[in-house]
């Protein structure tokens, strides 16, 4: 494949407008291993072509597949290990501690926002049934979003070959929490039911999200440039409830933010939470961000789980919960419990 100048730039435009990945000439080996089947499949003469028509959006499938394309969708079960110890012994006590007095006790929240083929969201999901003894009386909801819809299909249907569940599942998890099926190992309803998936472009406004416990966003910000990711990290302070942690990828630290995020640590995991004072107003973060609204793809679109029954949409969260930036609509699904002691919980 021979590219020009030119349609790199093009096709560099595209994917920094659609997703916020930074691509630029030294990534011309993406563009020549992961487009070229594009043209074919949609008939296009050249990139050139391929742009204008996804640009277009005549035929949604195009943008699908090229956002696909584009995605580098890596991840394994309990990915760097430390975080879900972090989340386990450090973060998830302090944040049940800190409710417990409330009419929310034993409501959690939360969000695995580039969940990629579901590993991550699974893995919560795992670690919550082995930190709370009665999770079932528990009202948790793990919402889960991406913007590839093929990253979305796969971790709906939650299958995984041997090769994936031999990157983060040992034998122990995984004939406890998943079953053998055709091709792979299914994830078990009692982890499934906990989480639901959602199509959700970061870059768009955090509309009728949150507020939640816990949100991971984890080896995502990496693709995007400094203002995005700043402007990023700023809205997802917006969406954590008082006490909520924010986990990023082991390459990532929110050090260079300045006091507006806390850092803190449990061995060798390390989670922030937002200086709530070092927040600003709600109109410096408007005024400086630098999410894309008109962005024409779509944001919020569930995967549809025909394998599972629907469960009624929750009320709206207590206000003392609620940040002052996140919408009162929450995402749960899951009838709630009445609050009672939450000593059910394995220190
Ligand atoms: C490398 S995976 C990370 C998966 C998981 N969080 C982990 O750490 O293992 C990055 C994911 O981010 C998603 N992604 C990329 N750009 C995005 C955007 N603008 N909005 C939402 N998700 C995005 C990709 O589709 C991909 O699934």
Redesign the pocket.
């Known amino acids: 494949m021979k590219l020009t100048e030119d349609e790199i730039a093009r096709v560099c435009r595209l994917v920094d407008e659609?997703?916020?990945?930074q691509w630029d000439a030294s990534k011309t080996y993406l563009i020549e291993s992961r487009l070229p089947s594009l043209l074919r499949d949609h008939k296009c003469n050249d990139l050139t072509d391929l742009v204008s028509k996804v640009r277009a959006n005549l035929n949604p499938q195009i943008r699908a597949d090229f956002?696909?394309a584009i995605?580098?969708?890596?991840?394994?079960f309990f990915?760097?290990e430390s975080p879900f110890e972090a989340l386990r012994h450090k973060a998830l006590p302090e944040i049940i501690d800190a409710k417990s007095k409330s009419t929310w006790a034993r409501r959690l929240r939360f969000w695995?926002?580039?969940?990629?083929?579901g590993?991550?969201p699974y893995s919560l999901g795992i670690v919550l049934r082995e930190l709370i003894d009665d999770i079932d009386d528990w009202d948790v909801q793990i919402l889960a979003?991406?913007?590839?819809k093929a990253?979305l299909a796969s971790a709906s249907k939650g299958v995984y070959s041997d090769f994936e569940m031999s990157r983060g599942i040992d034998p122990r998890r995984r004939d406890k929490y998943f079953r053998k099926v055709e091709g792979g190992w299914k994830i078990c309803d009692e982890v499934r039911s906990m989480v639901s998936f959602s199509e959700?472009?970061?870059?768009?406004p955090f509309t009728n999200i949150g507020p939640f416990d816990v949100i991971?966003?984890?080896?995502?910000a990496?693709?995007?440039d400094v203002p995005v990711k700043k402007d990023l990290f700023n809205r997802l302070a917006g969406v954590l409830t008082q006490n909520g942690a924010l986990f990023v990828?082991s390459s990532e630290s929110l050090i260079a933010f300045g006091e507006r995020w806390k850092p803190l640590h449990h061995c060798r995991g390390i989670f922030y939470q937002p200086n709530r004072e070092n927040l600003g107003p709600v109109a410096s973060v408007a005024a400086t961000s630098t999410v894309r609204p008109s962005t024409p793809l779509s944001t919020v679109r569930p995967v549809t789980n025909t394998a599972l029954p629907r469960k009624p949409v929750m009320p709206p969260v207590a206000p003392a919960a609620v940040n002052r930036f996140a919408p009162a609509k929450p995402v749960a699904t899951v009838p709630r419990p009445a609050a009672s002691p939450v000593s059910t919980i394995k220190r």
Do not use: K, M, P, W
């Open positions: 659609l997703a916020g990945i956002v696909d995605t580098t969708r890596e991840t394994l990915r760097d695995s926002a580039a969940c990629s083929s590993q991550e979003t991406d913007l590839s990253a959700r472009n970061l870059l768009q991971f966003c984890r080896n995502v990496i693709y995007f990828g």
